[in-house]
């Protein structure tokens, strides 16, 4: 049995940036293997959708990671108010004073 779960492949992790020489190495490999070559550009609609994809899955993997904080139960449906005893209800009398009676 496979440890993925099915149909899970629409969110890949975030990408990470990786170290310094990481991303110089990145770097210099693309413009070795661009400059002064011919290669397709994607299109203003693909480059779009490209964003749009990283964009929902980044935010999709934040919401995730918060949630894993604090989970919490919503109750759904009717509710009955809560109730609060006559003897712990605060009454406000004159002159703004509280009274308990």
Same mark, same amino acid.
């Given at each position: ?9 629409y969110?890949?992790?975030? @990408?990470?940036? +990786? !170290?310094?020489? /990481? *991303? ?8 070795? @293997?661009?400059? +002064? !070559?011919q290669? /397709? *550009? ?16 980044n ?9 894993s ?7 759904t449906?009717?509710?009955l ?6 003897m712990?209800?605060?009454?406000i009398?004159r ?7």
């Amino acid at each position: 049995m496979s440890t993925s779960l099915p149909r899970a492949g629409y969110l890949r992790s975030p @990408k990470r940036s +990786g !170290t310094k020489e /990481e *991303v110089l190495a990145g770097l210099y490999a693309h413009l070795d @293997k661009t400059l +002064g !070559t011919q290669y /397709e *550009v994607e299109s203003k609609q693909q480059r779009e959708q490209r964003l749009m994809d990283e964009l929902w899955a980044n935010r999709v993997w934040q919401d995730n990671y918060k949630a894993s904080f604090r989970p919490t139960w919503q109750l759904t449906g009717p509710r009955l108010p809560t109730y609060t005893g006559e003897m712990y209800r605060r009454y406000i009398g004159r002159y703004g004073h509280t009274r308990m009676d």
